[in-house]
């Protein structure tokens, strides 16, 4: 594959603008309760950070866990834990940060485990979707910086092999 097979789909400037939005909607839901902000790593690094730049104000608690289901361009379907969370969850607001919910398979392992960690409210908040790939029954909370089409995507954290990830801007496999 190479670099000139992907064009923009969103600039940094839509994205930074669309995350303030999910900030500001952060802050109308909890108020000044505590909040526990857990990055998936490594593509929600970036949205993470810049998420939390736009909540400045609140009393956070932050963690990062890393899982792993991806090989290239395709999951494996089968989702493990790199690194999860040593924090206690006990009767917390825990609010799961991801860079995309593609399949779901993903979001769906990551809700399950840490509704057993007993959170008061656990919310996945994932700064894409693509509405046409998922594969499972994704009943939970979640707040999406957008929807986009079934189509790879890379840069703003995301990777296609362990590269891109440092793009500004989020771009898109041509046809
Ligand atoms: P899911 O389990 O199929 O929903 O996949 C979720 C994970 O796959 C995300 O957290 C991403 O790390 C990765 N992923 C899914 N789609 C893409 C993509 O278009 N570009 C880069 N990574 C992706
Ligand atoms: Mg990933």
Do not use: W
Request: with cysteine; aromatic share 10%.
């Amino acid at each position: 594959m190479n670099d000139k097979d992907f064009k923009i789909l969103f600039s940094q400037e839509k994205i930074e603008k669309r995350i303030k939005i999910l900030a500001q909607e952060i802050d109308e839901k909890y108020g000044d309760q505590p909040l526990t902000f857990i990055c998936v790593l490594k593509g929600a690094v970036v949205f993470y950070v810049k998420l939390l730049e736009y909540l400045k104000n609140k009393n956070v608690e932050l963690d990062f866990v890393q899982v792993k289901s991806y090989e290239g361009t395709e999951t494996t379907g089968q989702v493990k834990f790199v690194k999860d969370t040593s924090l206690d969850l006990e009767n917390k607001i825990v609010i799961l940060v991801e860079d995309i919910i593609d399949t779901g398979i993903t979001a769906k392992f990551l809700y399950e485990h840490f509704l057993t960690k007993k959170p008061k409210d656990l919310l996945m908040c994932s700064l894409l979707q693509k509405p046409d790939k998922l594969q499972v029954d994704l009943k939970l909370p979640t707040l999406i910086g957008f929807n986009i089409p079934n189509k790879f995507i890379i840069g703003f954290g995301l990777d296609l092999d362990e590269r891109y990830r440092n793009l500004n801007d989020i771009l898109v496999l041509k046809d």
